[in-house]
């Protein structure tokens, strides 16, 4: 767990509707980060990658939740598996349950293993995985429901599986655009709690055309008060952000994005993880929630 000192203050609510709640994360440094392979349109190894700035732009991102009061674990970065860093990836966890992952590609299914060993280190129930999925890349907890997508890296039989992990209603969602090929670049949870009249009154924001017409369909209907993103603010990443309830961890560039959430209550807080980028992966990618 990690002890660093905050480096700045928390932000203070001034939005009676807004409620931070305080969340335990699993991170994962990224002291071996390069760019050496291409499995998402986001990866060129032709191009340089500075691993120094991409461990001094995640400290800056770990460093801000430890400033806002959550609690921060850190899974040991492995020379072999540069996409490490993106933890979301490496499970789902709900109730002290974590359902592993199994990657679709090569490059990143030994990943599956490490994290599953440092579930069960950790005290998690550990339930292994026998469909191909990417944990909470492709899996987002909302009120009682989980979104799950697919389209690119988990597969539809999954979904099942999930279900029958975790015994909830599970609402799949098929994305369309190659650069948002998991739903956590498309989906970003705002409240992941139930309103007072279910989770349609949960909020949301997502980047309508990643997805094809019936996931728009059942967007709109579950969720008729979402925040819809522009495609420019998607393009960077924009919706792989992380959110307490109150503020919003999100890219700089995400410009329209950051005035949606100030007009909606949120605080906006701005992380660049533009090095990380380069990987494919964002806020959210590098951050795994620990649902106990």
């Known amino acids: 767990?990690?002890?660093?000192?905050?480096?700045?203050?928390?932000?203070?609510?001034?939005?009676?509707?807004?409620?931070?709640?305080?969340?335990?994360?699993?991170?994962?440094?990224?002291?071996h980060f390069t760019v050496s392979y291409s499995i998402n349109p986001w990866m060129e190894p032709a191009n340089?990658?500075?691993?120094?700035?991409?461990?001094?732009?995640?400290?800056?991102?770990?460093?801000?939740?430890?400033?806002?009061?959550?609690?921060?674990?850190?899974?040991?970065?492995?020379?072999?598996?540069?996409?490490?860093?993106?933890?979301?990836?490496?499970g789902f966890i709900i109730d002290g349950v974590a359902y592993g992952a199994k990657f679709r590609f090569a490059e990143r299914q030994p990943e599956g293993p490490a994290f599953?060993?440092?579930?069960?280190?950790?005290?998690?129930?550990?339930?292994?995985?026998v469909e191909v999925n990417e944990g909470e890349g492709d899996f987002l907890l909302v009120g009682d429901v989980i979104l799950a997508g697919t389209g690119f890296r988990s597969t539809g039989d999954s979904h099942g599986e999930l279900g029958r992990v975790f015994g909830k209603e599970v609402i799949s969602l098929n994305l369309v655009d190659p650069r948002f090929y998991h739903l956590d670049t498309a989906i970003s949870v705002l409240d992941p709690v139930e309103g007072p009249n279910g989770v349609e009154k949960a909020n949301i924001a997502y980047l309508p055309?990643?997805?094809?017409?019936e996931g728009q369909r059942i967007l709109a209907e579950r969720f008729p008060d979402a925040i819809k993103v522009s495609d420019d603010d998607g393009?960077?990443?924009?919706?792989?952000?992380?959110?307490?309830?109150?503020?919003?961890?999100i890219s700089p560039r995400a410009k329209g994005?950051?005035?949606?959430?100030?007009?909606?209550?949120?605080?906006p807080v701005l992380v660049d993880l533009s090095e990380l980028l380069l990987g494919g992966g964002g806020i959210k990618c590098c951050t795994l929630e620990l649902r106990r």
């Open 235 to 249: 393009a960077v990443f924009g919706l792989n952000s992380s959110s307490d309830g109150l503020n919003v961890i």
């Open 48 to 90: 340089p990658t500075d691993t120094a700035l991409a461990v001094s732009q995640w400290q800056k991102l770990h460093d801000t939740y430890i400033a806002l009061g959550h609690e921060v674990h850190l899974i040991d970065p492995i020379a072999s598996l540069p996409d490490m860093v993106y933890t979301a990836n490496g």
């Open 257 to 267: 994005f950051e005035k949606q959430l100030r007009e909606r209550g949120y605080n």
């Open 116 to 129: 599953m060993e440092w579930f069960a280190a950790n005290g998690f129930a550990v339930a292994d995985p």
């Open 1 to 31: 767990m990690s002890t660093q000192n905050a480096v700045s203050a928390p932000a203070v609510d001034t939005h009676a509707s807004r409620v931070q709640q305080r969340r335990t994360y699993l991170m994962c440094r990224p002291d």
């Open 209 to 213: 055309g990643a997805f094809d017409a």
